[in-house]
Structures are given as structure tokens and as C-alpha cells.
């Protein structure tokens, strides 16, 4: 079984930063690409940031220059740091991992969520 343990959301004020982190565990013998999503209140989920293990980058054009997107392939983690956060940034963030490889075969598998709130 494959899990993924998300943390780091919080509330800030605009403008302020935040770093979310999340670890795949399990009999992972590869993982193609991890991201994040999020979903705000009455909203669709919504692509944040993806990356392949070649370290491919992929983001939505509302966090471009504000969000960055990082992995390390050895311990399964990915994180997202945000910087000049927005109001409109709040929502909840979910860690995706898309094609994970284990002895048993492959699948995606999601996070549970974290909140983050960007409020004065």
C-alpha cells in the first residue's frame, strides 16, 4: 500500500510564504511524476504544480514566479514552496503521485489534503 503524508499548510497573511511537503511511503520502486492540486470552497480541483522525475516542471499560469516546485526521487518527497501568496491562493492543496511503481504494479494515489488560508 501506498500512502502520502502531506504537511506544512497554515494560515498567512497576503504576501507572506509557505513550504508544503509530502512523502510517498510503501514498496515504491518508482514514481513518474508527483504534484500538487488544490481546491477551493464551490471550486473544481485544479492543477498547482507538477514534476517528472527527470525534474520537468509544470505550472498552473496563476502561481507562475510565485510557486516553486521541487522533488528528491531518493526519499519520495515533494515540495512546494509559496511565495507572494494571494487571498485567492486559499484553498485545500492535495499531493498527487501519478504512475507509482511497486512490486504488485502501478497506480495514482493522492494525499488527504491540507488547508491553506491566505488571510489578513
Known amino acids: 500500500q501506498v500512502q502520502l503524508v502531506e504537511s506544512g499548510g497554515g494560515l498567512v497573511q497576503p504576501g507572506g510564504s509557505l513550504r508544503l511537503s509530502c512523502a510517498a511511503s510503501?514498496?515504491?520502486?518508482?514514481?513518474?511524476?508527483m504534484g500538487w492540486y488544490r481546491q477551493a470552497p464551490g471550486k473544481e480541483r485544479e492543477l498547482v504544480a507538477t514534476?517528472?522525475?527527470?525534474?520537468?516542471?509544470k505550472y498552473a499560469d496563476s502561481v507562475k514566479g510565485r510557486f516553486t516546485i521541487s522533488r528528491d526521487n531518493a526519499k519520495n518527497t515533494v515540495s512546494l514552496q509559496m511565495n507572494s501568496l494571494k487571498p485567492e491562493d486559499t484553498a485545500v492543496y492535495y499531493c498527487?503521485?501519478?504512475?507509482?511503481?511497486?512490486?504488485w504494479g502501478s497506480g495514482d494515489y493522492w494525499g488527504q489534503g491540507t488547508q491553506v488560508t491566505v488571510s489578513s
Open positions: 498527487n503521485a501519478f504512475r507509482v511503481y511497486t512490486g
Open positions: 514534476i517528472t522525475s527527470g525534474g520537468s516542471t
Open positions: 510503501g514498496s515504491i520502486f518508482s514514481i513518474n511524476a
